[in-house]
C-alpha cells in the first residue's frame, strides 16, 4: 500500500472512531473521540500587535478558555460595543476541528465563518453534556487604530477542545445515595489554579448536585454555609490544597446536626477532596468547634470509609460465570458447579448475583408445548436454591441488582423495564417502572444496568448507550428520568455494558478494530482499551473497579486495572481457559 492509502485508511479509522487525532494502538490506552492528555493550566494569549483577522480569532478562542471575571481575558480581543454586548453566559459549546473560513475582507472589515464539529456543552456548574453535530457562525472584525478587533459575535462562548482541556479539570463532588450508606460521584469541569481548588469544590458541594442527580441524592451540606478562608491545617494561608499540611475548613450552621449527619457531610467532604488529589487530614470546624470531637486532628478516608464510592463486592463473592446454561464458580485452578437451580442449568442465558452473594436472578428460555415461540422468565432465588418466575415475555435483560439487593431490574420485551421486589406478604412482585422520559429514545433496550450506588442506570437503546437517573417517588413507584447520551462518536453500535466505577462505563462495541471501550458518566471522556488477545465479536461485559471481564467469539478474558499500561492486555481467565462461558460479578 503506498503512503497516501496508508494516510486515507487512517484517517477512515479516526473519524469512526470520533474524530480522534491519531489511531489508538491496540495495547495502549488512548482517548478516543473526546479527550487524549490531562488537562493542565497554561496561559492566555493576550492580543498581538499587527495580528491578522484570522490569526486574532483563533487567538480569541484560545482567550476563551479562562472564564475568570466574565471571560475577561477573551473581552480583549473585542471592540469596546462588542464588549459592552457580548453575552458570554449564553452557552457554553467544545467543538474540535475548528476552521476560520475567509467570508470578506474589504478595508478596515472583515468577516468569516467559524465552522466546527460539536462535541460537548459546558453548563451552569461546569456540568458537561455530550453532543454531537456542526456549529457554524459568522463573526465580524473591524480595524480600528491599525488593529483588528472582533465587532459582531454570537452570543456564547465556543471552546476549542485541546485547548478546553488545558484548562479545565474534572473533579467528582459526592452526594449520599438514598440510604445514607454510600457516596455518589457528580463529575463537574473546573478552570481554578491549584490553590483555589478546595475552596471551589467546597462551594460547589454546599451548592449541591447538578439538576439531573438532584431527585436521585441528599446532601447533608444542603443547609450549611461555608466560611472564609479555607486554610492548611496549621492555618496558613500559603499553598492551600497543594502538598503536605492538610486542610482547615469551617462551616456554619452545623449545630442541628446529629452524630450520623456530621458522618455523612464529612464523607462527602473527604471523598470530593481525596478523589481530586487534596491530601489530608481534613480539620472540619462547625460553628467554632470540631465537627466531632472524635477527629480534633482531622478526617482522613479510613475515618469514612463505609461510604466509599469504590468498594466492589466483587472480593468477597468471587467471580462466577455462566457455562452451558448452568452457573459455576470460579478459582484460579477450577470450576466448580453449584447446587440448586441456577447450577442445574441449561435453560438460563443470563444472570445476575446479587452484591452480597447469597440471591441470584436469571433469565431461563423455554419452549411451550404445542408453541413455536419460546418463552423468557426471570428466575429469583437463593444461589444454591431453588428459584421462582416472577415476570415473563417474549425478551428480557440480564437482570441487575439495586445498591442494598432489595430489588432486581430487567428490561421486559425490549421496552418495558420492570422491578422485582417482595411484597410485604413475602412474595415477589414485578411492578412496572416509569420509563416515559426515555420512551423517544429508541425501541429496543437491549442493556440494562444499575450502577453500584443504584443512583444511576447505563442502558443500550438501539445499539447507543445512554445514562439515566433512577428516581424513586413517595409511593414507592419508581421512574427513570434525565437520560443523556454518553458515548457520542462510538462508531459502531454497543453491544453489551457494565458499570466498573460509579463514574465510569466499560462498552463493547461491534467492531473489530477497537471492541471495547470505557465511557465516562458524563460523556466527556471515551478511552479505548487493549484488543490484543480478543477475537470480536465481545458478546459480554463484565466489571468492577480494578477488573473487567469480556467473553469473546473464543473464551473468557480479563484485563487488571492496575497493571502498568505497558503490561495491560487481555489474558485468559484462570479456571475457564479454553471454555466459551459468560463472566459473572456481583450485582
Known amino acids: 500500500m503506498n503512503r497516501g492509502a496508508v494516510a486515507g485508511a487512517l484517517a477512515v479509522v479516526a473519524l469512526l472512531i470520533g474524530g480522534c487525532a491519531s489511531v489508538p494502538s491496540s495495547s495502549t490506552p488512548q482517548a478516543i473521540g473526546t479527550i487524549e492528555r490531562e488537562p493542565v493550566n497554561s496561559a492566555v494569549p493576550e492580543p498581538t500587535p499587527g495580528r491578522e483577522p484570522d490569526l486574532l480569532l483563533r487567538d480569541f478562542f484560545a482567550a476563551s478558555t479562562d472564564p475568570t471575571d466574565r471571560h475577561a481575558a477573551a473581552r480583549q480581543f473585542l471592540t469596546a460595543d462588542e464588549n459592552a454586548t457580548w453575552d458570554d453566559s449564553a452557552s457554553t459549546s467544545i467543538v474540535d476541528k475548528v476552521d476560520v473560513l475567509p467570508e470578506s475582507r474589504s478595508g478596515d472589515t472583515a468577516s468569516y465563518t467559524i465552522r466546527a464539529n460539536r462535541v460537548g456543552e459546558l453548563d451552569a456548574g461546569g456540568v458537561y453534556r455530550a453532543v454531537e453535530g456542526t456549529f457554524e457562525e459568522t463573526v465580524e472584525l473591524v480595524r480600528s487604530g491599525g488593529e483588528w478587533r472582533i465587532d459582531e459575535l454570537p452570543p456564547g462562548v465556543l471552546l476549542d477542545r485541546p485547548q478546553f482541556l488545558r484548562t479545565y479539570q474534572r473533579k467528582a463532588l459526592y452526594f449520599l445515595d438514598p440510604t445514607g450508606t454510600t457516596t455518589v460521584p457528580d463529575l463537574r469541569w473546573i478552570a481554578a489554579p491549584p490553590q483555589d481548588m ?24 444542603a443547609d450549611v454555609t461555608l466560611d472564609e478562608p479555607i ?76 461510604t466509599n464510592p469504590a468498594v466492589s463486592a466483587e472480593n468477597e463473592v468471587g467471580l462466577h460465570a455462566l457455562r452451558d446454561g448452568a452457573l459455576v464458580r470460579v478459582t484460579d485452578d477450577q470450576i466448580t458447579a453449584l447446587p440448586g437451580y441456577f447450577g442445574s442449568g441449561p435453560g438460563l442465558r443470563s444472570i445476575a448475583l446479587s452484591r452480597d452473594g447469597s440471591l441470584a ?96 442506570a447505563a442502558a443500550i437503546i438501539d445499539g447507543k448507550v445512554y445514562v439515566t437517573t433512577v428516581q424513586s417517588r413517595d ?36 467492531a473489530s478494530d477497537i471492541p471495547v471501550v470505557t465511557v465516562s458518566v458524563d460523556g466527556s471522556r471515551m478511552d479505548a ?7 470480536p465479536p465481545v458478546v459480554s461485559v463484565d466489571a468492577s473497579p480494578t477488573m473487567t471481564f469480556v467473553a469473546d467469539s473464543r473464551a473468557v478474558f480479563q484485563l487488571n486495572g492496575n497493571d502498568p499500561l505497558g503490561d495491560r492486555y487481555w489474558r485468559e481467565v484462570p479456571g475457564l481457559t479454553g471454555v466459551k462461558a459468560i463472566p459473572v460479578l456481583p450485582g
Do not use: C, H
Open 475 to 510: 409511593d414507592g413507584t419508581y421512574r427513570l428520568v434525565g437520560a443523556l447520551p454518553v458515548a457520542v462518536g462510538l462508531g459502531s453500535p454497543a453491544v453489551g455494558l457494565d458499570w466498573s466505577t460509579g463514574d465510569a462505563i466499560v462498552v463493547s462495541r461491534a
Open 231 to 306: 486554610t492548611k491545617a496549621d492555618g496558613r494561608s500559603v499553598g492551600v490544597g497543594i502538598g503536605f499540611g492538610g486542610l482547615r475548613i469551617e462551616f456554619s450552621g452545623t449545630g442541628t446536626l446529629d452524630v450520623v449527619s456530621r458522618d455523612r457531610m464529612a464523607a462527602q467532604i473527604v471523598w470530593t477532596l481525596a478523589n481530586a488529589d487534596i491530601p489530608g487530614p481534613y480539620v472540619l470546624m462547625g460553628d467554632g468547634k470540631p465537627l466531632d470531637d472524635r477527629y480534633v486532628n482531622g478526617w482522613t478516608t479510613a475515618d469514612v470509609s463505609s
Open 361 to 456: 436472578a436469571g433469565v431461563a428460555t423455554t419452549q411451550r408445548p404445542g408453541q413455536s415461540d419460546q418463552v423468557a422468565s426471570l428466575m429469583v432465588g437463593p444461589v444454591e436454591g431453588l428459584a421462582t418466575s416472577v415476570v415473563e415475555g417474549g425478551t428480557l435483560t440480564r437482570p441487575t441488582w439495586a445498591f442494598d439487593d432489595s430489588a432486581v431490574w430487567t428490561v421486559v420485551d425490549g421496552s418495558k423495564v420492570v422491578r422485582a421486589a417482595r411484597a410485604p406478604s413475602g412474595e415477589l412482585v414485578a411492578q412496572p417502572v416509569d420509563t416515559a422520559e426515555i420512551a423517544g429514545l429508541g425501541t429496543n433496550i437491549t442493556e440494562f444496568r444499575l450502577s453500584r450506588d443504584g443512583v444511576r
Open 198 to 221: 478546595a475552596e471551589t469544590l467546597m462551594r460547589m458541594l454546599v451548592a449541591g448536585p447538578k439538576p439531573a442527580l438532584a431527585s436521585a441524592v441528599s446532601n447533608q451540606l
Open 529 to 535: 482499551l487493549p484488543s490484543r488477545n480478543l477475537t
